[in-house]
């Protein structure tokens, strides 16, 4: 079966510190991975999409950016954290049927 | 642009009421359409798809969902809410690409006794 693993689960950091959010995939192949935010009051916002290693498509521009090193494993990254930043992080990869989400990483920057 | 509505914010029912939630959707041609509920620090569920065929769909804990292509709509339903229904209820659709989910900004539903 397949598993989504993110980490961390809870992260605090503070303004202009970097960030790194990992997520990893198991039980499938070339997925689609995804990383959206939930930001109070806001919904879920798609921010990067990426159909294999090393594509990546942005869909808000922002301080954030998105890696792709592995099949399976997409990182969400940022060299200064902004308190705009703070929110719930979804990892998500899709088989076209339909989406897969993981635990998620709430982030607050003070 | 391809996009998907969900107009109300918040919605309140009593237990044992009747739930509609609406979802509008904006795409060239009809997408593959998602209700996904997420119950307070979880993450997100999956409710119900429709891809195709029967435009009535059944999903888990009791929500169905209608697919009606004159009002570009896929409301979500439940005849008789229970307590552990309230949740952040989300309505997303797939892009032509297959590459992109776009999401509704989601309505909270609050359920009184």
């Known amino acids: 079966s397949q598993t989504i693993h993110q980490w961390p689960a809870t992260l605090v950091q503070p303004v202009g510190s970097p960030l790194s959010l990992e997520c990893t995939v198991e039980g499938t192949s070339n997925p689609n991975l995804y990383w959206y935010r939930q930001a109070a009051g806001r919904g879920l916002q798609l921010l990067f999409y990426s159909v294999g290693i090393g594509q990546i498509s942005s869909e808000v521009p922002q301080n954030l950016s998105a890696s792709r090193p592995q099949d399976r494993q997409f990182i969400l990254s940022s060299k200064k954290l902004l308190l705009s930043d703070s929110g719930f992080y979804l990892c998500?990869?899709?088989?076209?049927?339909?989406?897969?989400f993981g635990p998620g990483t709430r982030l607050l920057v003070l | 642009a391809q996009s998907v509505t969900q107009p109300d914010i918040h919605i309140t029912v009593s237990e044992g009421a009747s739930l509609e939630l609406r979802c509008n959707y904006s795409y060239g041609a009809t997408p593959y359409l998602f209700w996904y509920v997420q119950s307070p620090g979880q993450g997100l569920q999956l409710l119900l798809k429709y891809f195709s065929g029967d435009t009535l769909v059944q999903g888990i804990k009791g929500f169905e969902a209608e697919f009606k292509r004159s009002q570009s709509s896929f409301n979500l339903r439940k005849p008789s809410v229970h307590w552990s229904d309230a949740a952040e209820y989300f309505c997303a659709g797939e892009s032509n690409t297959g590459n992109q989910f776009y999401f509704g900004t989601g309505t909270s539903l609050t359920v009184i006794p």
């Open positions: 998500a990869w899709s088989n076209r049927e339909t989406q897969y």
